[in-house]
Protein backbone atom coordinates (compact mmCIF):
# COMPACT_ATOMS: atom_id res chain seq x y z
CA UNK A 1 0.00 0.00 0.00
CA UNK A 2 1.74 3.12 -0.93
CA UNK A 3 2.05 6.06 2.20
CA UNK A 4 -0.74 8.12 2.64
CA UNK A 5 -0.37 11.00 5.20
CA UNK A 6 -3.11 12.03 7.01
CA UNK A 7 -2.83 15.76 7.75
CA UNK A 8 -5.22 17.84 9.80
CA UNK A 9 -6.67 20.84 7.59
CA UNK A 10 -9.08 21.42 10.23
CA UNK A 11 -10.38 21.04 13.95
CA UNK A 12 -14.18 22.07 15.26
CA UNK A 13 -14.18 23.90 18.27
CA UNK A 14 -15.68 22.32 21.15
CA UNK A 15 -14.89 18.81 19.45
CA UNK A 16 -12.60 15.92 21.25
CA UNK A 17 -10.00 16.39 19.47
CA UNK A 18 -10.18 20.28 20.38
CA UNK A 19 -9.83 19.05 23.62
CA UNK A 20 -7.22 17.03 23.32
CA UNK A 21 -5.41 19.95 21.67
CA UNK A 22 -5.20 18.71 18.02
CA UNK A 23 -3.97 21.41 15.47
CA UNK A 24 -3.87 21.95 11.94
CA UNK A 25 -0.75 20.42 10.57
CA UNK A 26 -1.06 17.49 12.76
CA UNK A 27 -0.82 14.07 11.14
CA UNK A 28 -2.89 11.04 12.24
CA UNK A 29 -0.63 8.17 12.07
CA UNK A 30 -3.14 5.67 13.62
CA UNK A 31 -5.98 4.19 15.16
CA UNK A 32 -6.09 1.39 17.69
CA UNK A 33 -2.51 0.66 16.01
CA UNK A 34 -3.94 0.14 12.34
CA UNK A 35 -2.57 1.99 9.72
CA UNK A 36 -5.56 4.00 7.87
CA UNK A 37 -5.77 3.50 4.42
CA UNK A 38 -8.35 5.88 3.99
CA UNK A 39 -11.58 7.65 4.95
CA UNK A 40 -13.35 4.55 5.08
CA UNK A 41 -10.95 3.23 7.64
CA UNK A 42 -10.83 5.99 9.78
CA UNK A 43 -15.09 6.23 10.22
CA UNK A 44 -14.91 2.77 11.06
CA UNK A 45 -12.08 3.10 13.73
CA UNK A 46 -13.31 5.77 15.13
CA UNK A 47 -17.05 4.75 15.99
CA UNK A 48 -15.81 2.68 19.02
CA UNK A 49 -16.33 4.46 22.49
CA UNK A 50 -12.75 3.35 23.53
CA UNK A 51 -9.90 4.39 20.36
CA UNK A 52 -6.14 4.93 20.94
CA UNK A 53 -4.57 7.48 18.49
CA UNK A 54 -1.64 8.03 17.31
CA UNK A 55 -0.39 11.71 16.28
CA UNK A 56 3.08 13.08 14.52
CA UNK A 57 3.51 16.73 15.63
CA UNK A 58 5.06 19.46 12.92
CA UNK A 59 8.18 19.04 15.07
CA UNK A 60 8.43 15.51 14.59
CA UNK A 61 6.91 14.41 18.44
CA UNK A 62 4.40 12.04 18.48
CA UNK A 63 1.41 11.97 20.62
CA UNK A 64 -0.11 8.94 22.10
CA UNK A 65 -4.25 9.49 23.05
CA UNK A 66 -6.49 7.85 24.49
CA UNK A 67 -10.01 8.83 24.02
CA UNK A 68 -13.47 7.78 25.45
CA UNK A 69 -16.31 9.00 23.87
CA UNK A 70 -19.67 7.79 22.84
CA UNK A 71 -20.72 5.40 20.16
CA UNK A 72 -19.79 6.84 16.52
CA UNK A 73 -19.50 10.16 18.15
CA UNK A 74 -17.02 12.19 15.96
CA UNK A 75 -13.59 13.52 16.77
CA UNK A 76 -14.04 16.70 15.15
CA UNK A 77 -10.78 16.29 12.30
CA UNK A 78 -10.55 17.24 8.58
CA UNK A 79 -8.18 16.39 6.54
CA UNK A 80 -6.09 18.35 3.83
CA UNK A 81 -7.23 15.30 1.18
CA UNK A 82 -11.03 14.51 2.32
CA UNK A 83 -10.60 10.70 1.22
CA UNK A 84 -7.08 10.20 3.14
CA UNK A 85 -6.52 8.75 -0.40
CA UNK A 86 -5.50 9.96 -4.10
CA UNK A 87 -8.46 10.27 -5.98
CA UNK A 88 -9.48 7.84 -8.59
CA UNK A 89 -9.82 9.19 -11.99
CA UNK A 90 -11.68 7.35 -14.67
CA UNK A 91 -9.69 5.03 -16.84
CA UNK A 92 -13.16 4.84 -19.93
CA UNK A 93 -13.65 7.19 -22.89
CA UNK A 94 -17.31 6.95 -22.54
CA UNK A 95 -18.80 7.86 -25.71
CA UNK A 96 -21.59 10.21 -23.63
CA UNK A 97 -18.96 11.64 -21.14
CA UNK A 98 -19.93 15.51 -20.75
CA UNK A 99 -16.64 16.41 -19.52
CA UNK A 100 -15.15 15.23 -23.08
CA UNK A 101 -18.04 17.72 -24.53
CA UNK A 102 -16.52 21.00 -22.51
CA UNK A 103 -14.42 23.66 -24.42
CA UNK A 104 -10.82 24.80 -23.30
CA UNK A 105 -9.78 27.02 -21.09
CA UNK A 106 -11.70 26.44 -18.12
CA UNK A 107 -10.56 25.52 -14.93
CA UNK A 108 -8.44 22.42 -14.61
CA UNK A 109 -10.20 20.52 -11.77
CA UNK A 110 -13.25 20.82 -14.22
CA UNK A 111 -11.66 17.98 -16.42
CA UNK A 112 -10.95 15.70 -13.77
CA UNK A 113 -13.17 12.71 -14.43
CA UNK A 114 -13.46 10.69 -10.91
CA UNK A 115 -14.36 7.32 -10.81
CA UNK A 116 -14.27 6.19 -7.37
CA UNK A 117 -16.15 4.18 -4.73
CA UNK A 118 -15.70 5.94 -1.92
CA UNK A 119 -17.46 9.12 -3.67
CA UNK A 120 -20.08 6.96 -4.32
CA UNK A 121 -20.86 6.46 -0.82
CA UNK A 122 -19.46 9.71 0.48
CA UNK A 123 -20.94 12.18 -2.17
CA UNK A 124 -23.62 9.70 -4.22
CA UNK A 125 -21.49 10.07 -7.23
CA UNK A 126 -21.95 7.24 -9.61
CA UNK A 127 -19.42 4.78 -10.60
CA UNK A 128 -18.55 2.12 -13.22
CA UNK A 129 -16.66 -0.29 -10.94
CA UNK A 130 -14.34 -0.62 -13.83
CA UNK A 131 -11.18 0.26 -11.64
CA UNK A 132 -12.50 -1.30 -8.82
CA UNK A 133 -10.27 -4.29 -7.70
CA UNK A 134 -11.41 -7.67 -5.23
CA UNK A 135 -9.83 -5.94 -2.39
CA UNK A 136 -11.83 -2.71 -2.90
CA UNK A 137 -15.13 -4.92 -2.77
CA UNK A 138 -13.71 -6.62 0.49
CA UNK A 139 -13.78 -3.44 1.59
CA UNK A 140 -16.80 -2.36 0.69
CA UNK A 141 -18.82 -5.73 1.84
CA UNK A 142 -16.07 -6.10 5.07
CA UNK A 143 -17.71 -2.12 6.49
CA UNK A 144 -20.71 -2.25 4.68
CA UNK A 145 -20.71 0.58 2.98
CA UNK A 146 -23.92 1.52 1.22
CA UNK A 147 -25.60 2.75 -1.18
CA UNK A 148 -23.83 1.98 -3.94
CA UNK A 149 -24.55 4.05 -6.92
CA UNK A 150 -23.52 2.12 -9.91
CA UNK A 151 -23.37 3.37 -13.56
CA UNK A 152 -24.94 0.42 -15.78
CA UNK A 153 -25.26 2.19 -18.84
CA UNK A 154 -26.38 -1.60 -20.27
CA UNK A 155 -26.29 -5.01 -19.15
CA UNK A 156 -24.96 -5.96 -22.33
CA UNK A 157 -21.08 -6.97 -21.88
CA UNK A 158 -19.93 -6.44 -25.25
CA UNK A 159 -22.11 -2.91 -25.90
CA UNK A 160 -21.41 -1.91 -22.20
CA UNK A 161 -17.45 -2.26 -23.86
CA UNK A 162 -18.05 -0.34 -26.89
CA UNK A 163 -20.28 2.43 -24.97
CA UNK A 164 -17.25 2.91 -22.43
CA UNK A 165 -14.70 2.11 -25.07
CA UNK A 166 -13.21 -0.27 -22.21
CA UNK A 167 -13.02 -3.88 -23.59
CA UNK A 168 -13.22 -4.56 -19.40
CA UNK A 169 -16.18 -2.75 -19.14
CA UNK A 170 -18.25 -5.86 -19.34
CA UNK A 171 -16.78 -7.57 -16.88
CA UNK A 172 -18.43 -5.88 -13.67
CA UNK A 173 -21.53 -7.79 -13.01
CA UNK A 174 -19.50 -11.01 -10.73
CA UNK A 175 -18.72 -7.61 -8.53
CA UNK A 176 -22.14 -6.74 -8.54
CA UNK A 177 -23.33 -10.38 -8.17
CA UNK A 178 -20.96 -10.02 -4.74
CA UNK A 179 -22.47 -6.64 -3.33
CA UNK A 180 -26.01 -8.12 -3.38
CA UNK A 181 -24.85 -11.37 -2.10
CA UNK A 182 -23.51 -9.51 0.53
CA UNK A 183 -26.56 -7.31 1.18
CA UNK A 184 -25.40 -4.13 0.06
CA UNK A 185 -27.46 -1.19 -0.89
CA UNK A 186 -26.95 -0.35 -4.47
CA UNK A 187 -28.48 2.47 -6.93
CA UNK A 188 -27.82 2.28 -10.57
CA UNK A 189 -28.11 4.77 -13.58
CA UNK A 190 -28.52 4.46 -17.28
CA UNK A 191 -27.62 7.08 -19.45
CA UNK A 192 -29.46 6.59 -22.61
CA UNK A 193 -28.26 7.23 -25.81
CA UNK A 194 -30.00 6.99 -28.85
CA UNK A 195 -29.58 3.71 -31.34
CA UNK A 196 -27.26 2.72 -28.68
CA UNK A 197 -28.87 1.42 -25.64
CA UNK A 198 -32.50 2.00 -25.90
CA UNK A 199 -34.88 0.26 -27.08
CA UNK A 200 -34.36 -3.66 -27.06
CA UNK A 201 -31.58 -2.91 -25.03
CA UNK A 202 -33.09 -0.85 -22.07
CA UNK A 203 -35.41 -4.01 -22.30
CA UNK A 204 -32.68 -6.45 -21.53
CA UNK A 205 -30.98 -4.02 -19.14
CA UNK A 206 -34.09 -3.37 -17.04
CA UNK A 207 -34.70 -7.36 -17.15
CA UNK A 208 -31.55 -8.22 -15.97
CA UNK A 209 -31.03 -5.46 -13.47
CA UNK A 210 -34.45 -6.66 -11.89
CA UNK A 211 -32.54 -9.49 -10.54
CA UNK A 212 -30.60 -7.47 -8.48
CA UNK A 213 -33.88 -6.74 -6.14
CA UNK A 214 -34.52 -5.71 -3.46
CA UNK A 215 -30.96 -4.56 -2.74
CA UNK A 216 -30.31 -2.85 -6.11
CA UNK A 217 -33.28 -0.30 -4.92
CA UNK A 218 -33.60 2.09 -8.28
CA UNK A 219 -32.25 2.28 -11.38
CA UNK A 220 -33.13 6.03 -13.31
CA UNK A 221 -32.65 5.95 -16.85
CA UNK A 222 -31.42 9.60 -18.08
CA UNK A 223 -31.50 11.06 -21.39
CA UNK A 224 -28.02 11.77 -22.58
CA UNK A 225 -26.19 15.27 -22.78
CA UNK A 226 -25.16 16.94 -25.65
CA UNK A 227 -23.18 19.94 -25.69
CA UNK A 228 -22.12 21.83 -28.90
CA UNK A 229 -18.62 20.91 -28.28
CA UNK A 230 -18.69 17.21 -30.21
CA UNK A 231 -16.18 17.70 -32.77
CA UNK A 232 -14.82 14.34 -33.30
CA UNK A 233 -16.75 11.99 -30.72
CA UNK A 234 -18.91 9.59 -31.23
CA UNK A 235 -21.87 10.29 -33.25
CA UNK A 236 -25.17 11.16 -30.93
CA UNK A 237 -28.28 12.39 -31.47
CA UNK A 238 -31.12 14.11 -29.23
CA UNK A 239 -33.62 12.12 -28.57
CA UNK A 240 -37.67 12.86 -30.11
CA UNK A 241 -40.84 13.45 -28.60
CA UNK A 242 -41.62 10.16 -29.97
CA UNK A 243 -38.51 8.20 -28.17
CA UNK A 244 -39.18 9.73 -24.92
CA UNK A 245 -43.03 8.64 -25.20
CA UNK A 246 -41.87 5.17 -26.03
CA UNK A 247 -39.14 5.07 -22.87
CA UNK A 248 -41.85 6.07 -20.50
CA UNK A 249 -43.65 3.62 -21.90
CA UNK A 250 -41.24 0.48 -21.35
CA UNK A 251 -40.41 2.10 -17.89
CA UNK A 252 -43.73 2.41 -16.86
CA UNK A 253 -44.78 -0.85 -17.96
CA UNK A 254 -41.93 -2.41 -15.65
CA UNK A 255 -42.92 -0.56 -12.75
CA UNK A 256 -46.31 -1.76 -12.95
CA UNK A 257 -45.18 -4.98 -13.52
CA UNK A 258 -42.29 -5.26 -10.55
CA UNK A 259 -44.27 -3.08 -7.98
CA UNK A 260 -46.71 -5.49 -6.70
CA UNK A 261 -44.10 -8.57 -6.02
CA UNK A 262 -41.18 -5.62 -4.17
CA UNK A 263 -42.91 -2.91 -3.49
CA UNK A 264 -40.75 -0.81 -5.11
CA UNK A 265 -41.20 0.66 -8.54
CA UNK A 266 -37.34 0.37 -9.48
CA UNK A 267 -36.86 1.81 -12.59
CA UNK A 268 -37.42 5.79 -12.96
CA UNK A 269 -37.36 7.65 -16.15
CA UNK A 270 -35.60 11.36 -15.26
CA UNK A 271 -38.13 14.19 -15.42
CA UNK A 272 -36.16 15.24 -18.60
CA UNK A 273 -38.60 12.56 -20.62
CA UNK A 274 -41.59 13.83 -19.61
CA UNK A 275 -41.09 17.35 -20.68
CA UNK A 276 -40.39 15.97 -23.72
CA UNK A 277 -42.78 13.51 -24.40
CA UNK A 278 -45.31 16.63 -22.52
CA UNK A 279 -46.12 14.03 -20.09
CA UNK A 280 -47.57 14.74 -16.78
CA UNK A 281 -45.17 14.01 -13.85
CA UNK A 282 -46.31 11.04 -12.19
CA UNK A 283 -47.30 10.58 -8.22
CA UNK A 284 -45.57 11.48 -5.73
CA UNK A 285 -45.64 7.68 -4.46
CA UNK A 286 -44.05 6.10 -7.37
CA UNK A 287 -40.77 7.53 -6.80
CA UNK A 288 -40.39 5.11 -3.89
CA UNK A 289 -39.11 7.60 -1.60
CA UNK A 290 -37.08 10.06 -3.79
CA UNK A 291 -34.08 7.43 -4.02
CA UNK A 292 -32.79 9.20 -7.31
CA UNK A 293 -33.27 13.53 -7.03
CA UNK A 294 -29.43 13.20 -7.72
CA UNK A 295 -30.27 12.59 -11.05
CA UNK A 296 -33.40 14.57 -11.84
CA UNK A 297 -35.81 11.49 -11.22
CA UNK A 298 -38.30 13.36 -9.44
CA UNK A 299 -36.94 16.44 -8.19
CA UNK A 300 -40.00 18.92 -9.85
CA UNK A 301 -42.50 17.32 -8.39
CA UNK A 302 -40.82 17.18 -4.97
CA UNK A 303 -40.13 20.87 -5.38
CA UNK A 304 -43.79 21.12 -6.09
CA UNK A 305 -44.92 19.09 -3.38
CA UNK A 306 -42.38 21.46 -0.42
CA UNK A 307 -43.52 24.87 -2.66
CA UNK A 308 -47.54 23.79 -1.21
CA UNK A 309 -46.26 22.75 1.78
CA UNK A 310 -44.61 25.81 2.41
CA UNK A 311 -47.19 28.17 1.45
CA UNK A 312 -50.52 26.52 3.55
CA UNK A 313 -47.95 26.52 6.84
CA UNK A 314 -48.32 30.81 5.75
CA UNK A 315 -51.45 33.09 6.22
CA UNK A 316 -50.35 35.33 3.66
CA UNK A 317 -50.66 39.48 3.55
CA UNK A 318 -50.07 42.53 1.70
CA UNK A 319 -47.13 42.93 1.17
CA UNK A 320 -45.71 44.88 -1.88
CA UNK A 321 -42.13 43.54 -3.72
CA UNK A 322 -40.84 42.78 -6.91
CA UNK A 323 -38.12 40.65 -7.30
CA UNK A 324 -37.01 37.97 -10.38
CA UNK A 325 -35.49 34.83 -10.82
CA UNK A 326 -33.66 32.75 -13.54
CA UNK A 327 -33.31 29.08 -14.42
CA UNK A 328 -32.43 27.13 -17.14
CA UNK A 329 -35.04 25.77 -19.74
CA UNK A 330 -36.35 22.57 -18.24
CA UNK A 331 -37.17 23.78 -14.62
CA UNK A 332 -38.61 27.29 -15.87
CA UNK A 333 -42.26 26.27 -16.66
CA UNK A 334 -42.46 24.92 -13.60
CA UNK A 335 -40.90 26.99 -10.96
CA UNK A 336 -42.99 29.46 -12.98
CA UNK A 337 -45.78 27.86 -11.85
CA UNK A 338 -44.50 27.59 -8.39
CA UNK A 339 -44.38 31.19 -8.13
CA UNK A 340 -47.88 32.08 -9.53
CA UNK A 341 -49.41 30.09 -6.71
CA UNK A 342 -46.69 32.11 -4.37
CA UNK A 343 -48.62 35.57 -6.02
CA UNK A 344 -51.95 34.03 -5.71
CA UNK A 345 -51.17 34.26 -1.73
CA UNK A 346 -48.89 37.35 -2.00
CA UNK A 347 -50.85 39.36 -4.04
CA UNK A 348 -49.18 42.25 -3.82
CA UNK A 349 -45.66 40.28 -4.82
CA UNK A 350 -44.68 40.83 -8.15
CA UNK A 351 -42.55 37.86 -9.54
CA UNK A 352 -40.57 38.16 -12.93
CA UNK A 353 -39.49 34.66 -14.55
CA UNK A 354 -36.40 34.60 -17.02
CA UNK A 355 -35.65 31.27 -18.28
CA UNK A 356 -32.04 31.26 -19.79
CA UNK A 357 -30.93 29.43 -23.05
CA UNK A 358 -27.46 27.84 -22.23
CA UNK A 359 -25.39 29.25 -25.37
CA UNK A 360 -22.16 28.37 -23.55
CA UNK A 361 -22.63 24.54 -24.27
CA UNK A 362 -25.56 25.03 -26.62
CA UNK A 363 -29.01 25.22 -26.67
CA UNK A 364 -29.50 21.23 -25.96
CA UNK A 365 -28.08 21.45 -22.49
CA UNK A 366 -31.74 22.74 -20.67
CA UNK A 367 -30.76 22.05 -16.82
CA UNK A 368 -29.84 24.97 -14.51
CA UNK A 369 -26.31 23.24 -13.18
CA UNK A 370 -24.69 23.68 -16.52
CA UNK A 371 -25.69 27.30 -16.90
CA UNK A 372 -22.60 30.00 -16.90
CA UNK A 373 -22.34 33.68 -15.45
CA UNK A 374 -22.02 35.02 -19.42
CA UNK A 375 -25.39 33.34 -20.19
CA UNK A 376 -26.66 34.84 -17.56
CA UNK A 377 -25.76 38.01 -17.49
CA UNK A 378 -26.07 38.18 -20.95
CA UNK A 379 -29.71 37.38 -21.20
CA UNK A 380 -30.78 39.58 -17.90
CA UNK A 381 -28.71 42.58 -19.17
CA UNK A 382 -31.64 45.39 -18.96
CA UNK A 383 -34.42 43.13 -17.75
CA UNK A 384 -36.80 44.54 -14.67
CA UNK A 385 -35.36 42.25 -12.27
CA UNK A 386 -36.88 44.35 -9.06
CA UNK A 387 -35.06 44.39 -5.72
CA UNK A 388 -33.35 41.04 -6.08
CA UNK A 389 -32.33 38.58 -8.50
CA UNK A 390 -33.07 34.38 -7.14
CA UNK A 391 -30.74 31.87 -8.99
CA UNK A 392 -30.49 28.23 -7.67
CA UNK A 393 -27.54 26.92 -5.98
CA UNK A 394 -26.27 24.16 -8.34
CA UNK A 395 -24.84 27.14 -10.54
CA UNK A 396 -22.27 27.39 -8.22
CA UNK A 397 -18.78 26.11 -7.00
CA UNK A 398 -19.02 24.01 -3.66
CA UNK A 399 -18.26 26.50 -0.99
CA UNK A 400 -17.76 29.49 -3.12
CA UNK A 401 -19.20 31.66 -4.78
CA UNK A 402 -18.08 31.40 -8.32
CA UNK A 403 -19.73 29.85 -11.62
CA UNK A 404 -18.73 27.26 -14.20
CA UNK A 405 -17.07 30.23 -16.24
CA UNK A 406 -15.60 31.55 -13.32
CA UNK A 407 -17.69 34.48 -12.65
CA UNK A 408 -18.77 35.21 -9.62
CA UNK A 409 -21.63 36.25 -7.56
CA UNK A 410 -20.32 39.51 -7.06
CA UNK A 411 -19.39 39.81 -10.97
CA UNK A 412 -23.32 39.06 -11.42
CA UNK A 413 -24.25 41.67 -8.98
CA UNK A 414 -22.10 44.42 -10.27
CA UNK A 415 -23.11 43.65 -14.26
CA UNK A 416 -26.69 43.70 -13.50
CA UNK A 417 -26.62 45.91 -10.76
CA UNK A 418 -29.00 44.39 -8.55
CA UNK A 419 -28.76 41.98 -5.29
CA UNK A 420 -28.66 38.35 -6.03
CA UNK A 421 -29.97 35.92 -3.72
CA UNK A 422 -28.58 32.04 -4.08
CA UNK A 423 -31.73 29.98 -3.41
CA UNK A 424 -31.03 26.33 -1.52
CA UNK A 425 -32.37 22.78 -2.85
CA UNK A 426 -35.84 22.74 -1.59
CA UNK A 427 -39.44 24.19 -2.18
CA UNK A 428 -39.72 26.20 1.29
CA UNK A 429 -36.24 27.67 0.56
CA UNK A 430 -37.57 28.79 -2.68
CA UNK A 431 -40.70 30.73 -1.29
CA UNK A 432 -38.52 31.65 1.98
CA UNK A 433 -36.31 33.61 -0.72
CA UNK A 434 -39.06 34.85 -2.54
CA UNK A 435 -40.63 36.30 0.41
CA UNK A 436 -38.17 37.39 2.73
CA UNK A 437 -35.68 40.12 2.25
CA UNK A 438 -32.89 38.90 4.37
CA UNK A 439 -32.10 35.01 4.04
CA UNK A 440 -28.21 34.07 4.60
CA UNK A 441 -26.42 33.12 1.88
CA UNK A 442 -24.76 29.45 1.78
CA UNK A 443 -23.88 27.97 -1.58
CA UNK A 444 -24.24 24.37 -2.02
CA UNK A 445 -23.57 22.79 -5.09
CA UNK A 446 -23.87 18.63 -5.55
CA UNK A 447 -20.99 16.98 -7.35
CA UNK A 448 -20.86 16.97 -10.85
CA UNK A 449 -18.21 17.74 -13.11
CA UNK A 450 -15.97 18.91 -10.70
CA UNK A 451 -13.76 17.07 -7.50
CA UNK A 452 -14.08 18.95 -4.58
CA UNK A 453 -16.08 17.91 -1.15
CA UNK A 454 -19.94 18.60 -1.62
CA UNK A 455 -23.60 18.68 -0.58
CA UNK A 456 -26.71 18.17 -2.31
CA UNK A 457 -28.38 20.99 -4.07
CA UNK A 458 -31.52 22.06 -6.48
CA UNK A 459 -30.37 20.08 -9.61
CA UNK A 460 -33.38 21.10 -12.08
Not at 434 to 439: A, M, S
Amino acid sequence: MKDCRHKISRVKEGSIAWELELQPGDELLSINGETIEDVFDYHYLVNDEYIELLVRKPDGEEWELEVEKEFEEDLGLEFENSLMDEYRSCRNKCVFCFIDQMPPGMRETLYFKDDDSRLSFLQGNYVTLTNMSDHDIDRIIHYHLAPINISFQTTNPQLRCKMLHNRFAGDIFPKVQRLFEAGIEMNGQIVLCRGLNDGEELERSISDLAKYLPHLKSVSVVPVGLSKYRDGLYPLEPFTKEDAEQVIDTIEAWQTKLFPQYGLHFVHASDEWYLLAERELPEADRYDGYLQLENGVGMLRLLEEEVQEALEARDGDGRQRTVSFATGRLAYPYIARYAREIQKKYPGMEIKGYEIRNDFFGEKITVSGLLTGQDITAQLRGKELGEYLLLPCNLLRSGEEVFLDDKTVGDIEQELGVPVKIVEESGADFVAAVLEQETERTQKRRQMYEQTDSSNCWQT
